[in-house]
């Protein structure tokens, strides 16, 4: 049963304190990506790599990082940089070459308090 | 970035009307994509366009690449208590964006018994 998978749902964590959030891909895509979403607004990019071991900043790359050392994983860290975290965090994913579908996860909502 | 522009923000109609909603930029795109999103999940992937001019169905659902390359749009046909959720579009591609995808913010549907 092919998929994104998001984990975990629901996060909660203390102001100053890193958070990893994950996602996990069976589909064999090649390009991931990282978007942050808050109420009433469009989906924000945060990073995307197009292959394993390269990746790219988005629009609102301040205060995460990423990495992508295998091809089905796409780790988002939330650092204690970053000003306002708490948001709903997706993870898409989509074939190279000529296919522009994209598909998401279920997302993960972070809480920092 | 810049974002899409959605319209309406809202809508409330009866069950079995049909539902019109459109995106538009001020930039040019090659890809346009419309999805679906319920609260507290990911977004689904309805249809996806890749020409200018073209008109897809997805069940009951139409979406079009405007012929400007500026904006698509949605279409909803006899609409059931099912399609509630918020309708987003994506841009794709164009001379300002490259690989990477664009989002407006959301058309939020609500349909009346």
């Known amino acids: 049963d092919g998929g994104i998978t998001q984990s975990p749902k629901y996060l909660f964590r203390k102001e100053g304190q890193n958070v990893t959030l994950s996602c996990e891909q069976n589909l064999n895509h090649d390009a991931m990506y990282w978007y942050r979403q808050d109420p009433g607004q469009g989906l924000r990019l945060i990073y995307y790599?197009?292959?394993?071991?390269?990746?790219q900043k988005g629009d609102i790359a301040e205060g995460y990082s990423v990495s992508r050392e295998k091809k089905e994983s796409f780790p988002l860290t939330v650092t204690s940089a970053q000003k306002n975290p708490t948001a709903f965090y997706l993870c898409?994913?989509?074939?190279?070459?000529?296919?522009?579908?994209?598909?998401f996860g279920p997302g993960t909502r972070l809480t920092v308090t | 970035g810049q974002q899409l522009n959605q319209s309406p923000q809202s809508m409330f109609i009866q069950e079995g009307e049909d539902v019109s909603m459109n995106c538009t930029s001020s930039?040019?795109?090659?890809?346009w994509l419309w999805y679906k999103q319920d609260p507290g999940e990911g977004p689904v992937l309805l249809i996806a366009l890749y020409k200018a001019g073209e008109l897809t169905s997805n069940g009951r659902l139409t979406a079009q690449f405007g012929i400007t390359r500026k904006d698509s749009f949605l279409n909803i046909s006899a609409s059931i208590p099912s399609d509630v959720g918020i309708y987003f579009c994506?841009?794709?591609?164009?001379?300002?964006?490259?690989?990477?995808?664009?989002f407006g913010p959301g058309t939020r549907l609500s349909v009346l018994p």
């Open positions: 994506a841009g794709q591609g164009g001379p300002n964006y490259g690989q990477n995808f664009v």
């Open positions: 790599s197009q292959i394993v071991n390269d990746f």
């Open positions: 898409a994913s989509r074939l190279a070459g000529t296919s522009y579908e994209q598909y």
């Open positions: 930039s040019i795109f090659n890809t």
